[in-house]
DNA sequence: CACCAGGGTGGTT
DNA sequence: AACCACCATGGT
């Protein structure tokens, strides 16, 4: 079992996800954040009360009062932090000249930059640069890491490259990669739970129920 | 009532 | 390096 065929049976069982809904590269960039530990129905309401008052962009974003971004984004969750968080990615983007500009920045660099930001780690910075720039890499989530554990076996242990330099050699390119992580998501969140049996995902394996 | 959701940070061992 | 508590709301 390797992961070019977990990519084509979640897509034959889930159907492509569309992944990422968004009108803008900067409400991608603001939706990966507010959807960090919550789910993306609140992340949504958290982006559509925003854009209800006008303040979905940088410029309007860096310069709000905290409150008021609070006030529209506590649906989300941890809405204190991740308020003075998404201030400080707007100013971020604000400050390179917008996210027209930080599209020609080189993968490397840009994912450098992304992550000594507050409250951008790996996963949500690798999630921009896949859906908001589409550049080639892979979001390690908890589902992924869980489902290498059991393809590699009991007692591996497998660290986040080893994960990555493992996927990225079966598939690399953007659609995949981009549908990759939206099936690993939908399978996690809905499939496996309600019906934990799951016989008919084609993966058993990768279901939440399966004992490695 | 407990548990989880498209994580990240800072402190302790 | 591997844990841990914490952040907080909304749904099941």
Not at 2 to 14: E, I, N
Not at 61 to 69: E, G
Not at 164 to 174: C, G, P, R
Request: proline content about 3%.
């Amino acid at each position: 079992m390797v992961f070019g065929d977990v990519h084509d049976l979640l897509l034959a069982a889930h159907g492509p996800q569309r992944w990422w809904p968004a009108e803008s590269r900067f409400e991608i960039i603001a939706g990966a954040l507010l959807v960090q530990r919550t789910t993306w129905r609140s992340a949504e309401k958290a982006l559509a009360a925003l854009q209800g008052r006008r303040m979905l962009d940088p410029v309007t974003l860096a310069a709000a009062r905290a409150a008021d971004i609070e006030s529209c984004i506590r649906v989300a969750g941890f809405y204190r932090s991740k308020a003075a968080r998404l201030k400080k990615l707007s100013q971020f983007v604000v400050d390179c000249g917008g996210t027209d500009a930080l599209a020609d920045e080189g993968t490397d660099r840009l994912r450098e930059r992304l992550l000594r930001l507050d409250g951008i780690g790996a996963e949500t910075a690798d999630a921009i640069l896949l859906y908001a720039f589409a550049r080639p890499v892979l979001v390690i989530d908890a589902y992924l890491r869980r489902f290498a554990q059991r393809l590699a076996g009991v007692g591996a242990a497998i660290a986040d490259d080893e994960i990555a330099a493992w996927i990225l050699a079966e598939i690399d390119s953007v659609p995949k990669l981009n549908e990759l992580h939206a099936l690993v998501v939908a399978h996690g969140k809905s499939h496996c739970r309600k019906q934990p049996r799951c016989d008919d995902c084609g993966v058993r394996a990768l279901c939440r129920s399966a004992r490695p």
